[in-house]
């Protein structure tokens, strides 16, 4: 009997089903081996409340000073600036200065073309000596007339017109005098000064041009920048506290920042405030001044302004990556040393190890390979106050003396066993450790309470 062959439809079937059983085993597998080799290894890295104590960094708390910021944005702005502009109008035949150099008040910076104003000053003072020849004459004539009436030749009245003409005269002569010093006053106008000492910017206006007095933009800029001063504003509630500080009669220190708040650019004390809120804003704005010797601020530049209103004395300080953030607020993972425990003499150790035997696993509680127990921690609340730096101020809830972890507080819980790794940190260390505002390079160890 002739075997058939399978058809092309039944080998597609047989084809399928190999592939899905291949399939079904290659999941199955897959699935023995997540709960079989993966699973206990994750456990393994799960928090463990009962193993070995936890390696962590802590500091001691720390007593000193703790100094009380405002942080503002400023703007920097010169004392005095001042647009050069021509008081007559001519032709600008010299310029005598180079865009962005340093000018004293008084230096000659441009010239206009002096002639049509000598020509004025040449009329006025002709003018002055013709009436001027006039009032000497009328003087003279007055003279001989009041010889005459004496000797009753003439009638009075013609002494008195003559006084009369005298007098105008005089007014003349009074008149020419003020044109000539106008005139000199407009040649005076031709030399342009700078009317204050700073640096000059950019030329609106070459040599060659009709300038006039008129004119909007002027010949150029001065900005004082030697001292220059910085506008910030500040919230209405940070105010007693700065008019606080100025009562004193103290002198209150600013900051200036860069924009990073990462470099200190200079440092000036505050001016003067301003004399009403802005209602929009609920703000102050203030004026501080900065000797700025080396050049560093310029004009319009933003900065980070710093204002020292208060000193916090004795105050005790911690790194502020020491506090974490929790439910019903912030708290620190205090250490607590464990306590040798006295034996008698001759005594084996708690931790001692029978002879062939395998040491054990250390368990809360049990005793270090040096006879002492492991360190524990506490979790306790506290209140803080203001931040200089990588330090903050502890109103309450710590002592100066003791420890408190720093690095590895993801791991604890209250009562975690740890093994600490010092790092001694004082209030003393706080100094320029950081920008303004108390940057917190800890940040990312701060978790919730579980």
């Not at 463990?48 to 910021?69: C, E, I, M, S, W």
């Not at 492991?374 to 730096?389: D, L, N």
């Not at 420890?403 to 209250?414: E, F, I, N, T, W």
């Not at 706080?430 to 390079?441: E, L, Y």
């Amino acid at each position: 009997m002739p075997i058939e062959k399978p058809s092309e439809q039944q080998s597609g079937t047989r084809i399928l089903v190999g592939a899905l059983v291949l399939a079904g085993i290659v999941a199955g597998g897959f699935f023995y081996y997540r709960q079989h080799a993966v699973a206990p290894q994750g456990e393994s890295r799960k928090f463990d409340a009962k193993g070995r104590p936890t390696p962590v960094l802590v500091a001691k708390a720390g007593q000193g000073d703790v100094k009380v910021y405002l942080d503002a944005l400023g703007t920097v702005t010169p004392r005095n600036a001042v647009t050069v502009k021509a008081r007559v109008d001519g032709q600008l035949m010299q310029v005598y200065f180079r865009e962005g150099q340093l000018v004293k008040a008084g230096e000659l910076l441009a010239e206009i073309d002096p002639r049509p104003f000598e020509v004025q000053l040449t009329q006025a003072n002709g003018q002055l000596a013709k009436d001027k020849a006039a009032l000497e004459n009328a003087q003279i004539d007055l003279e001989r007339y009041k010889t005459l009436l004496a000797q009753d030749s003439i009638a009075k009245q013609q002494v008195d017109t003559q006084e009369a003409l005298v007098r105008q005269q005089r007014a003349a002569v009074a008149v020419d005098q003020g044109q000539v010093d106008s005139a000199k006053l407009q040649l005076s106008y031709c030399r342009i000064t700078a009317p204050i000492g700073g640096r000059v910017g950019l030329r609106a206006v070459d040599p060659g041009n009709m300038i006039h007095a008129s004119d909007a933009s002027g010949i150029v800029t001065i900005t004082q920048l030697q001292p220059i001063t910085t506008l910030f504003s500040i919230p209405e509630d940070q105010l007693p506290a700065v008019t606080q500080r100025l009562k004193a009669g103290g002198v209150v220190p600013l900051e200036a920042w860069d924009k990073a708040k990462l470099n200190k650019l200079a440092t000036g004390s505050l001016l003067t405030l301003d004399n009403q809120i802005d209602t929009a804003t609920g703000t102050l704005k203030l004026r501080g001044e900065f000797k700025n010797d080396d050049n560093t601020l310029f004009p319009n530049q933003f900065v980070n302004v710093r204002m020292l209103v208060d000193v916090l004395k004795n105050a005790v300080t911690i790194p502020s990556a020491a506090v974490q953030r929790g439910r019903n607020g912030d708290f620190v993972f205090v250490v607590t040393p464990g306590k040798e425990h006295s034996k008698p003499d001759g005594a084996a150790p708690d931790n001692a190890t029978p002879p062939h035997d395998k040491p054990q696993d250390n368990k809360p509680g049990a005793a270090k390979p040096d006879g002492r127990p492991a360190s524990k921690v506490e979790m306790r609340p506290v209140k803080t106050g203001v931040a200089e730096g990588e330090m903050i101020a502890i109103v309450s809830g710590l002592q100066p003396g003791e420890s408190v972890v720093v690095d590895g507080a993801d791991k604890l819980r209250d009562g975690s066993p740890v093994k600490p790794l010092e790092k001694m940190v004082t209030g003393d260390e706080t100094s320029g450790k950081a920008g303004p505002g108390g940057q917190n390079k800890g940040g990312k160890h701060r978790r919730s309470a579980q």
